[in-house]
């Protein structure tokens, strides 16, 4: 071989390598924008919570940030439709939003987890094996993303880092809620075997590890666990309204699986938060005008008081001395409000209602709500 061929065919081996290279990298590794969406240190620095708007059927998913008085800082859109999704938790921590991609309304085409980072809302997506996401956690090292179809419930652990996944099956169960941390993650999951005599099916919270190996079961007393609220180590989720006329609310370490059953009077908790001697619950029916309102449970004597508001409370974060919830009112009017807590009282300080963008032939809704943590 002559020293031009011998030339050649090293450049045309290590064209082929970097192409390889190149490659592997595009299909292995997460998607992630180009143009990062810019906002400025001052904007940065007043944001205290953002909403999630989306789309039916149009690329347009919107996140506004707003500041502690209810000022809209920001307003930045992204190309994916309908994210997040209207009955189950998106979810969040201090760096990044995380929301399940379902794509098409009627064809729920899309199997993507999307995270949003933010600090300068630059975003990623991670591919999940099935579609029409219903619930999503992560933590670290991996993103989860659950659905169920045809009396089979799927789950998808995606690495963040390569892309790897697996997926296993639960059959003849119905997953309603997932949540986790750097260890484990959690699956609130109903057996699909109600009868004619029994109105509740088994229901039961599943330890995984980052393998989805499962590591315990702990059995449940109701069903249709659909929201959750963090606070510290511990999650806090309530059922939804039943036929029993039965409402509890579950305390979950994290750390020890220990679990506490809390009996409720409230139905339709959503949201949970403390204040000094008490749970503070925000409680809204599913569909407008979603009655509901806070609750203050004392924690040592059960004691509930009740303060119903013209629209329910769908979402609910409390920050420092205030709550700050988002209504949706029977003309699908969604507003968000700041109320300041005095003992077991409460007294609307403001209200906005939130900005909907004009989207030709389709409509924007709120699928979530959030906090940016300093």
Not at 13 to 35: D, R
Not at 273 to 295: K, M, Q
Request: proline content about 2%; aromatic content about 14%; charged content about 25%.
């Amino acid at each position: 071989m002559t020293k031009k061929r011998k030339i050649i065919s090293i450049l045309v081996f290590a064209l082929i390598a970097i192409s390889g290279v190149f490659l592997f990298w595009k299909y292995k590794t997460p998607n992630q924008s180009l143009n990062t969406p810019k906002i400025t240190e001052e904007q940065r620095s007043k944001l205290l919570f953002g909403i999630v708007k989306t789309t039916n059927f149009t690329k347009k998913t919107t996140i506004l940030g707003y500041d502690k008085d209810l000022n809209l800082i920001t307003d930045i859109d992204f190309p994916f439709t309908n994210v997040g999704h209207f009955a189950h938790n998106t979810t969040f921590n201090k760096n990044s939003y995380f929301g399940q991609v379902i794509g098409h309304e009627y064809k729920h085409d899309e199997n993507k987890i999307l995270e949003v980072n933010l600090k300068d809302f630059s975003y990623k997506t991670y591919e999940v094996e099935p579609f029409g996401l219903y619930t999503i956690a992560e933590n670290k090292t991996n993103v989860f993303g659950t659905t169920n179809s045809n009396g089979i419930s799927y789950i998808t652990v995606t690495n963040k880092d390569n892309g790897k996944k697996k997926t296993i099956e639960l059959k003849a169960e119905y997953i309603s809620l997932s949540f986790a941390n750097d260890e484990h993650l959690f699956v609130i999951s109903a057996k699909d075997d109600l009868t004619k005599e029994s109105k509740i099916g088994e229901t039961l919270l599943y330890v995984y590890n980052n393998d989805l190996e499962l590591v315990k079961s702990i059995e449940l007393e109701q069903y249709q666990f659909d929201r959750l609220s963090k606070i510290g180590n511990k999650y806090y989720f309530a059922n939804n309204e039943n036929n029993d006329n039965k409402y509890m609310m579950y305390i979950f370490d994290e750390n020890t699986f220990e679990l506490e059953k809390v009996d409720l009077q409230t139905k339709n908790v959503v949201d949970v938060a403390i204040s000094e001697d008490y749970y503070i619950l925000g409680s809204a029916e599913f569909l407008p005008p979603c009655d509901g309102g806070i609750t203050f449970k004392n924690i040592k004597t059960g004691e509930e008081i009740f303060h119903k508001l013209e629209s329910g409370a769908t979402r609910m974060f409390k920050v420092d001395n205030y709550l700050y919830v988002f209504h949706i009112f029977e003309d699908n009017k969604e507003v968000l409000a700041k109320y300041e807590i005095n003992g077991t009282e409460i007294k609307k300080v403001k209200e906005v209602e939130i900005k909907i963008d004009k989207v030709l032939n389709d409509n924007q809704f709120v699928t979530g709500m959030f906090l940016f943590q300093k």
